[in-house]
């Protein structure tokens, strides 16, 4: 449940060239989720369905069907002013400042303030650009800071229970009731505040060739520091494993330049035709990171599950593949590694960067044309430059597992050389190209111009159309889609490029028929 | 028109200091306990501090650990579906774990997470007004003790922290071993003598001292090419272990097999022991781990099964063997195995009550025989009783192959199979286990009076009391009069002893230990050529070095890992 009231005055006032608007607002948010459960067990089968009768089902106890539930209340308060001005309509300027306050944080940082500028200068406004090429020319530049709360709730709060449990009571006596064990469940870190992220960036509007040619160049910035993670305390002896808390002096920068083109245009004889795209080239580093990795995606699969996939490092994107890297294979059939720290053991500490799982590239495209009644369309998209983790082949598709099975898959078997018993750890073996280009959309049709027929007076429009979704992908990547993203998170930070039993994207082709009376 | 402006901004700073909510955090599904008594609070502080005990010494934890490392247990890929793991347990064995396993992981997060409990007993009880209190403060203390020994045990490291506020102190060597013995010296007067085995006492502190002054030459030099068992250490350990057996508290059990039985909690044989509880903390573990995916044991419940997990190794069995020969282990040796199962020669089956039914124990060779499941249910014989017979490979889909255990069992495909290898039930198949995994009921054996002897006869050879020793060795090879009496022996020597705690303490977790204070753990056995030193401890877990990181230098992984 959402609930949010908003209160804002605004006030418009011109002096001759000068023109000022300003607002002030308050905003609040309450989000209130619960969640509840049961179960019952061992439905016999037959005609009835489970839903309409849950009463049919044999197992119903406390213990095999405990009930459980959860309820939490967040709360956001902002208080925000804006101020914009703009002069001849040709210089503009907007100033902001908001202060956002969470419940999730503690009592002594509640509130975040967020202040923000921007500036704008309308060029072809100008008496100089008269004559120019140019129907539309825009420089924009801008400054802000923005607030991240994403955490858990109660973070901020201690929780001791006291229940009788397998993990928490124990026998103290030979006979009687067993003692109710108190535990610390959660650590509480009253100090926990705002993310704060700062965004620089400038960007140019553009239209040429009478408003047939537009486009747009933009380039940002964004620094977050007070990072929020969950991580792991450095002394080993604590009562819970992990802790949410602002990683000091770590710094996120995330910068990229964006560019987008659209070209409209028709001719005489009633072709219409335009085409564009649009790309982003990306850059993300991680700096000042107190610790080796912090790990954000992990394996999964028998024996693989404490291992890391990716993870924050330092100089490197977040989502950075941290792998042992593999060689190849040795005399007798067995993995070898690359020994980075060369002391003849090949473990842990041999573990590099290989690369992330954020694209340093994406892009679309797209075409349209109509022309006497038929239309076209055509939408690709893609990425490059990123690394997919392919999990499931490290668990389900290696050769000792398959070896005393009966399945297999060519890659598993591409090494004859390979012994039944060599082990697959989580290493540079299964991190793959992750860059693929995909034939998204295409879309034909025609509409036939009933209106000047006879039949226009019961059918105004008929249309008939055929359009493809996923038609082709251009990749390397062997697994199913390149386009991944099992949630394999752990301890709450987000993990990228992993993929782990994805279900691959459907390929449609819908023929249609539309009539219109 | 600028007083206006000036207007709108004041009604925004009024309305920022009148907030209409605090943003107070309201809590709905949890909250922290209040409102105990005085023995609530201080029962409910110490609880925690054992109540993770079950979870250590678990078949994929201590166990593993401790066993499938050593040549007494090798756990194949069995069958190409079964305890494959991407290679974990046939990298344990080889000697080849890595940082990133997850039994090791485990292992240490129950032991550290247990560490932090007991130093927040002690911290928490010292404002207790409650009678238990001080001895409590002394329980959760000598704890700490006892997990800062595992932890050094395994991983060459102890966690000093005398307050939950401080942040721990890593140490090693020496420095540890003299830390463990003041600590456990402080607790000694303190405990009590009469809240065992499931409980730290006073005998349960002695023979945590006797085993560190045992395993101080191990401590003290970890990587030493031959250890040096200083003879003051060993004064020590005949001097704890004398304190155990000259308390007359405690009994060797005229039934070997009664000391891992359900019913195990009063066995007079258990000086420290995890208690379990069917209805609270008990697993089955141990006595499912090892035994046929198809012997169902319990008539009661037909989904209590075993797994089809370890089997001794070759080189065990040889052990027995050629301690023996001519004669079959099983005729010689009390500790062998026990036959429960008696099946008619010729038909080979067998009717039983339900109440009278148990499978054998000990170590289990050839065909087995148990009760008879055909489409989930048991097959009884005309009288009503239960079928007992031959047991086949249904459960994995092999109906016509029966489950022989072989003496091969290895790391080929052949030796892989579902049944390869002589298999382990030491432990009582718990009577209440509905799944054959849940609601054990026996105590898990940490510390035991045969042990105690023979961690004596060990000091006293050490010193050069042959003859000291051998009475030792035989009061424990002779005392298990129930169920046959063990021969005598005539001489021994330290592979000799090395060799009877194999027999006596088979499966019980003290392998590898035993293996590396003995100077065989570099040694050569089925599927397991490694010679490396390093390998004498585990690695530490990358998820606590990658944790610590942010402290350089603070918690250094082991060398050769």
């Given at each position: 449940m959402l609930t949010i009231p908003l209160l804002h005055a605004t006030y418009n006032f011109n002096v001759k060239d000068h023109s000022f608007s300003a607002l002030a607002g308050h905003s609040y948010q309450k989000i209130f989720l619960q969640g509840r459960g049961w179960s019952i067990n061992?439905?016999?089968?037959?005609?009835?369905?489970?839903?309409?009768?849950?009463?049919?089902?044999?197992e119903l106890t406390l213990a095999n069907n405990k009930p459980s539930g959860y309820a939490l209340i967040n709360e956001l308060q902002s208080f925000f002013s804006r101020v914009n001005y703009s002069y001849q309509n040709k210089y503009l300027a907007t100033v902001n400042f908001r202060m956002d306050g969470s419940s999730k944080f503690g009592a002594n940082n509640k509130y975040g303030y967020f202040p923000s500028f921007s500036l704008g200068w309308?060029?072809?406004?100008?008496?100089?650009?008269?004559?120019?090429?140019?129907s539309n020319l825009k420089l924009r530049a801008g400054w802000g800071q923005t607030g991240n709360q994403e955490i858990p709730s109660k973070i901020t709060q201690p929780l001791f229970t006291s229940t009788v449990s397998s993990t928490t009571s124990y026998p103290l006596?030979?006979?009687g009731a067993y003692p109710a064990g108190t535990i610390y469940s959660r650590l509480a870190n009253p100090d926990i505040q705002w993310e704060v992220s700062t965004q620089t960036n400038v960007g140019l509007d553009f239209g040429l060739l009478k408003g047939k040619l537009n486009g747009s160049v933009d380039y940002f910035r964004k620094i977050s520091n007070n990072i929020l993670l969950e991580v792991i305390p450095a002394?080993?002896?604590?009562?819970?494993g992990t802790f949410w808390t602002n990683v000091k002096d770590m710094t996120i920068t995330n910068s990229g330049l964006e560019v987008e083109l659209d070209y409209r245009s028709s001719t005489r004889s009633g072709l219409k035709y335009g085409f564009g795209g649009n790309v982003a080239f990306l850059n993300n580093v991680v700096e000042?990171?107190?610790?080796?990795v912090i790990q954000s995606g992990s394996a999964s699969g028998s024996g693989l599950?404490?291992?890391?996939?990716n993870g924050y490092i330092n100089n490197q994107p977040i989502g950075t593949f941290f792998l042992k890297e593999w060689t190849g294979l040795d005399a007798n059939g067995l993995s070898t590694f690359r020994?980075?720290?060369?002391?003849g053991i090949i473990s842990d500490?041999?573990?590099?960067?290989?690369?992330?799982?954020?694209?340093?590239v994406i892009y679309a495209f797209f075409g349209n044309l109509e022309y006497k009644g038929f239309d076209l369309v055509v939408n690709f998209n893609g990425v490059s430059g990123n690394k997919i983790y392919d999990n499931t082949a490290n668990a389900s598709f290696y050769k000792l597992k398959l070896s005393k099975n009966v399945n297999t898959t060519p890659e598993a078997i591409a090494?004859?050389?390979?012994?039944?018993?060599n082990a697959a750890p989580v290493?540079?073996?299964y991190l793959k190209d992750g860059a693929y280009m995909r034939l998204n959309n295409l879309a034909l049709g025609y509409s036939f111009d009933?209106?000047?027929?006879?039949?226009g007076k019961w059918i105004s429009g008929l249309r008939l159309s055929v359009t493809g979704q996923n038609l082709f992908v251009v990749t390397?990547?062997?697994?199913?889609?390149?386009?991944?993203?099992?949630?394999?998170?752990?301890?709450g930070i987000s993990s990228y490029g992993i993929d782990m039993l994805s279900y691959p994207k459907a390929r449609s082709v819908v023929f249609g028929l539309n009539l219109t009376f | 028109m600028k007083n206006k402006i000036i207007l709108l901004l004041a009604t925004g700073v009024l309305t920022l200091t009148q907030?209409?909510?605090?943003?107070k955090e309201t809590i709905l599904d949890e909250s922290s306990v209040t409102g105990l008594t005085e023995k609530q609070i201080a029962d409910g502080t110490i609880a925690p501090v054992y109540a993770q005990l079950p979870n250590i010494f678990l078949h994929t934890n201590l166990f593993a650990l401790q066993?499938?490392?050593?040549?007494e247990a090798i756990l194949p890929?069995?069958?190409?579906?079964?305890?494959?793991?991407?290679?974990i347990y046939l990298s344990l064995h080889r000697h080849q774990?890595?940082?990133?396993?997850p039994n090791v992981r485990n292992t240490w997060n129950f032991i550290t997470q247990s560490l932090s409990r007991a130093v927040s007993a002690v911290s928490s009880l010292?404002?207790?007004?409650?009678?238990n209190a001080k001895l409590y403060i002394a329980e959760a203390r000598g704890m700490y003790a006892f997990y800062n020994l595992l932890a050094l045990d395994l991983w060459g490291v102890i966690f000093v922290k005398e307050d939950p506020g401080q942040v721990s102190k890593i140490v090693r060597g020496t420095e540890a071993v003299e830390y463990l013995k003041k600590v456990l010296l402080e607790v000694e007067p303190q405990l009590?003598?009469?809240?065992?085995p499931g409980r730290l006492t006073k005998a349960a502190v002695w023979g945590l001292l006797a085993k560190l002054h045992l395993n101080a030459a191990v401590y003290n030099?970890?990587?030493?090419a031959s250890f040096t068992f200083k003879p003051e250490d060993m004064d020590k350990v005949v001097e704890y272990t004398g304190k155990i057996i000259s308390s007359n508290v405690y009994a060797l059990s005229p039934d070997y097999w009664a000391i891992f039985n359900?019913?195990?909690?009063?066995?007079?044989?258990?000086?420290?022991?995890?208690?379990?509880r069917a209805d609270l903390n008990g697993h089955n573990r141990m006595a499912y781990?090892?035994?046929?995916?198809?012997?169902?044991?319990?008539?009661?419940?037909?989904?209590a099964n075993g797994t089809d997990g370890p089997a001794i190794t070759p080189d065990f069995y040889r052990s027995w063997v050629n301690a023996y020969t001519p004669t079959d282990p099983a005729q010689a040796d009390p500790r062998f195995y026990k036959k429960n199962v008696v099946v008619d020669?010729?038909?080979q089956e067998a009717c039983y009550d339900a109440a009278s039914y148990r499978i054998d124990r000990g170590i289990l060779r050839g065909q087995q025989y148990g009760l008879q499941r055909v489409n989930g249910v048991f097959l009884k014989c005309p009288d009503g009783k239960f079928k007992v017979g031959k047991i086949y490979n249904v459960t994995r889909?092999?109906?016509?192959?029966?489950v022989v255990h072989t003496e091969q069992v290895d790391f080929t495909t052949a030796g892989s199979d579902y049944s390869t290898g002589f298999r382990v039930e030491?432990?009582?198949?718990?009577?209440?286990?509905v799944s054959g995994r849940n609601f054990g009921e026996a105590d898990i054996s940490i510390i035991r009076l045969a042990d105690v002897y023979l961690m004596r006869a060990e000091a006293k050879l050490r010193k050069g009391d042959a003859a000291g020793a051998l009475t030792d060795v035989n009061a424990v090879r002779t005392s298990r009069s129930a169920t046959g009496v063990g021969r005598s022996l005539s001489s021994i020597d330290l592979d000799g002893l090395f060799r009877e705690r194999g027999f006596e303490?088979?499966?019980?977790?003290h392998r590898r230990t035993d293996m590396v204070r003995f100077g065989k753990y570099e040694g050569v056995w089925t599927e397991k050529n490694d010679a490396d030193k390093n390998k004498r401890v585990f690695p530490i877990p990358q998820t606590a070095i990658d944790g610590a990181s942010?402290?350089?230098?603070?918690l250094k992984q082991n060398p050769g890992y």
């Open positions: 061992k439905f016999p089968v037959g005609q009835i369905e489970p839903i309409y009768n849950p009463a049919i089902g044999q309308r060029i072809t406004e100008e008496d100089f650009m008269k004559n120019s090429p140019f006596a030979a006979t002394d080993p002896v604590q009562p819970a000042k990171s107190p610790y080796s599950t404490s291992a890391t996939i020994d980075v720290d060369g002391d500490k041999d573990r590099v960067a290989l690369g992330t799982a954020l694209p340093k090494l004859a050389k390979e012994s039944v018993n290493s540079s073996r009933t209106r000047s027929k006879p039949i390397q990547y062997n697994g199913y889609d390149p386009e991944v993203n099992a949630d394999r998170t752990i301890n | 907030s209409c909510t605090k943003l066993e499938i490392s050593t040549d890929y069995r069958g190409g579906t079964d305890w494959g793991d991407n290679g774990t890595t940082s990133t396993d010292q404002s207790s007004k409650d009678p009590d003598n009469t809240t065992g030099d970890r990587y030493a359900d019913n195990n909690h009063d066995n007079k044989e258990h000086i420290f022991a995890v208690d379990q781990f090892s035994l046929s995916g198809d012997q169902f044991p319990l008539p009661a419940y037909t989904g020669p010729v038909t889909s092999r109906p016509t192959t029966p030491k432990y009582e198949f718990s009577q209440k286990s303490l088979y499966w019980e977790m942010n402290l350089p230098g603070y």
